[in-house]
């Protein structure tokens, strides 16, 4: 059993930066690749971001790629998003995932949920 518990959201401004943290509890963090999603107020929840397990590699939404990254810790169990040149349409609330592949992560087939933190980008 994995627990996830993200922080770090908050407002700011269009243009600005953020980082997310996703903490993580319980056993074999490091087999785990590690995800990022978000849900906008009436819309789907879409993938955002993984990086794998093993073999450091990442994978993102087309539409975030060059202004999100995901980095992970293994040392500290933690996995981040750095969101840069952020937008209105940014604003959603940000899950953290795990599951045991980067496939099933963007498949959205995820073992583990964080609670979401909320991001707030105003124009």
């Known amino acids: 059993q994995v627990q996830l518990v993200e922080s770090g959201g908050g407002l700011v401004q269009a243009g600005g930066s953020l980082r997310l943290s996703c903490a993580a509890s319980g056993r074999n963090f490091s087999v785990y690749a590690m995800g990022w999603f978000r849900q906008a107020p009436g819309k789907e929840r879409e993938f955002v971001g993984v990086?794998?397990?093993?073999?450091?590699?990442?994978y993102y939404a087309d539409s975030l790629k060059g202004r999100f990254a995901v980095a992970r810790d293994n040392a500290k169990n933690t996995v981040y998003l750095q969101m840069n040149s952020l937008k209105p349409e940014d604003t959603a609330v940000y899950y953290c995932?795990?599951?045991?592949?980067?496939?099933?992560?963007?498949?959205?087939?995820?073992?583990?949920w964080g609670q979401g933190t909320q991001v707030t980008v105003s124009s």
């Open positions: 990086f794998s397990g093993s073999g450091g590699s990442t």
């Open positions: 995932a795990a599951a045991n592949t980067v496939s099933l992560v963007v498949a959205g087939e995820v073992r583990f």
